[in-house]
């Protein structure tokens, strides 16, 4: 059937700004392809500690693991840095329960952004890479301690963990380029090696896929010395976390990235923008909507399983951006509604255009 339930956690900060400039943008593509989006909207990060007393609650849980997919804003808040109970701690308690491994953070150049970015333009130009994190598994996950004076974060890994998203990212290179860069720190940690020998098997069903392995130091320096050398970046947690906030700086801005965060066939994926609640710019109305308008395109692709429709809102923001709707973070002086606006207008226009 084409009606879909979707779970909204629009979270803290910025995360509920962009989440309805989302929200928009689903219903004029919902609108347009015939689609019925049921939205029910919950609560996580500091606003559900504050409202329910914790991160996220068993009843949000359940509802995400009943929904066809989420579409989360962001969680954290200056206010529970330090404390003992994190909003940060909903999101993983969410990725674990709906075990969505796989993490597809999409890091393209937008010609019209060239400008945006701190690097040369020769450099951007053309880069257009997929950054495969793994999700629920590393030391975000492992075994914890934490005393006064002795602190430790277990960093597990399991063979099968390791395949299952290397599959996924073999399977969209075929689509791509053809390539993957499994990047991990094989000359330091045990996990990577085991990372490593997987990968390798799993090459073997892949021969139409190139395969090289990359230490991660090195490749947080290719990433902005010679990005256009990658298409799949396959990497762990920890790594991918912070190897896509560094991507950040090709198109210019944090609020240029989205994700979709994938487990098993058939559970229900969490779409989410790369970047946080981003607390400095927050309730000014000033957020940078594209990377969670993206997220949702996403989730009409790999969620809802309607290409059409995301490609539609894809083409609507390249043709905002292209006709200069920026917010400040990317050097415009449009506010997040004006943007959200200019999207809806060209996948609402392109009806009768196309
Ligand atoms: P951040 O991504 O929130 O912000 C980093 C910088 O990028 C800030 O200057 C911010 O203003 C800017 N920025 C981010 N998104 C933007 C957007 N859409 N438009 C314009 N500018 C944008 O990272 P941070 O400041 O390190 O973290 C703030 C909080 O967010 C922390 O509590 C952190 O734990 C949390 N966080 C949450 C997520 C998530 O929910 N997935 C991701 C990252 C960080
Ligand atoms: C992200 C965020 C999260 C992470 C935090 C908020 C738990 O930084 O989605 O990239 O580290 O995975
Ligand atoms: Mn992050």
């Known amino acids: 059937s084409d009606a879909f339930e979707i779970l909204l956690l629009p979270g803290d900060g910025i995360g509920p700004e962009v989440v309805a400039a989302a929200t928009r943008v689903l219903d004029a593509a919902a609108g347009r392809f015939g689609l019925e989006l049921r939205y029910e909207e919950r609560r996580i990060g500091a606003t559900a500690i504050r409202e329910e007393g914790a991160p996220v609650s068993e009843e949000t849980l359940r509802r995400a693991g009943e929904a066809d997919a989420v579409l989360l804003g962001a969680v954290g808040d200056p206010e529970f840095d330090g404390g003992k109970v994190r909003p940060e701690a909903g999101l993983l308690a969410l990725r674990r329960v709906l075990g969505t491994f796989a993490n597809l953070r999409p890091v393209a150049a ?6 945006s970015s701190p690097l040369r333009a020769r450099l951007v130009e053309g880069v257009d890479l997929l950054i495969v994190r793994e999700l629920t598994g590393g030391a975000y996950f492992g075994e914890k ?24 990212a073999f399977e969209a290179a075929r689509g791509r380029r053809g390539r993957v860069a499994s990047v991990d720190k094989a000359n330091v940690l045990a996990t990577s090696r085991l990372w490593r020998r997987t990968v390798e098997e799993v090459a073997r069903d892949y021969p139409d896929v190139a395969l090289e392995h990359v230490l991660v130091d090195a490749a947080a320096m290719h990433l902005v010395t010679n990005p256009g050398r990658f298409d799949v970046i396959l ?13 950040a700086v090709l ?3 944090m609020g240029m990235l989205p994700s979709a965060s994938l487990g098993e066939p058939g559970s229900p994926g969490i779409f989410e923008p790369v970047h946080g609640s981003a607390p400095d710019i927050a309730g000014k109305g000033v957020a940078n909507p594209y ?10 692709r790999y969620g809802l399983g309607r290409p059409e429709a995301a490609e539609a809102i894809e083409r609507g923001v390249s043709a905002a951006v292209e006709a200069g709707y920026l917010t400040p973070d990317l050097g415009g002086s449009s506010d997040t ?9 060209r996948v609402t226009a392109e009806e009768g255009a196309a």
């Open 337 to 345: 509604e004006e943007v959200a606006e200019a999207v809806v207008r």
């Open 251 to 253: 198109p210019g801005s």
């Open 145 to 168: 301690e934490e005393g006064e004076e002795r602190a430790s974060d277990l960093s597990v890994y399991t063979r099968g963990e390791v395949e299952r998203v290397a599959r996924v």
């Open 110 to 115: 937008v010609p019209a952004l060239s400008g």
């Open 235 to 247: 990497t762990e947690n920890l790594f991918g976390d912070i190897l896509s906030d560094e991507a």
């Open 291 to 300: 990377a969670t308008i993206l997220s949702a395109a996403m989730m009409l």
